[in-house]
């Protein structure tokens, strides 16, 4: 008679976990699918220009980029009312999607420092978008290297 009760308790417990453990890899399905969601929004930069928003504007409205090289660091901060407070209108032109991008420096990521002396130079890496910031997509960069400006001078000897 125990014997009886114990299994009809075991295939009770059996029927009860099987909604259960579908339930279980459907969850597992939908994560895989957006993890593929997220990796179809990964943006790769590759020699993308760091410049700032006010450049950015003058180029694509005139139509020449030769603006975002010699843009002047201080263009980064027209608008900020405290350069203390504040945070710089930098944006990075990729230059083969001919997109701008707002950037959202974090700890693991990229800083604003980072992007202050590179600025001018290039940023290679993989960034993801978090946001919208006006018209422009903001973006989180995952993995990053910043080339910066060669300063005045340099190419001198190569001639």
Do not use: N, R
Not at 21 to 42: L, P, R, S, T
Not at 47 to 54: C, H, M, P, R
Not at 88 to 116: C, M, R
Request: charged fraction near 30%; aromatic fraction near 12%; hydrophobic fraction near 40%.
């Amino acid at each position: 008679m125990k014997k009886i009760f114990a299994s009809i308790l075991s295939l009770a417990f059996l029927f009860s976990t099987v909604g259960f453990v579908e339930k279980v890899y459907a969850e597992e399905q939908q994560a895989a699918v957006e993890e593929e969601d997220e990796e179809d929004e990964e943006i790769d930069l590759t020699s993308a220009v760091i410049t700032a928003l006010s450049c950015a504007k003058e180029a694509e409205e005139k139509g020449e980029f030769d603006v975002l090289a010699s843009c002047p660091p201080h263009a980064a901060w027209e608008g900020v009312k405290d350069i203390y407070e504040g945070t710089p209108k930098i944006v990075i032109f990729d230059v083969t999607e001919g997109e701008y991008y707002a950037v959202k420096p974090t700890k693991d990521g990229v800083y604003w420092s980072d992007l202050l002396e590179g600025f001018g130079g290039s940023i290679d890496g993989t960034a993801v978008p978090v946001g919208k910031e006006g018209e422009l997509t903001v973006v989180k960069f995952t993995e990053f290297e910043i080339t910066p400006k060669p300063k005045p001078g340099f190419f001198k000897g190569c001639l």
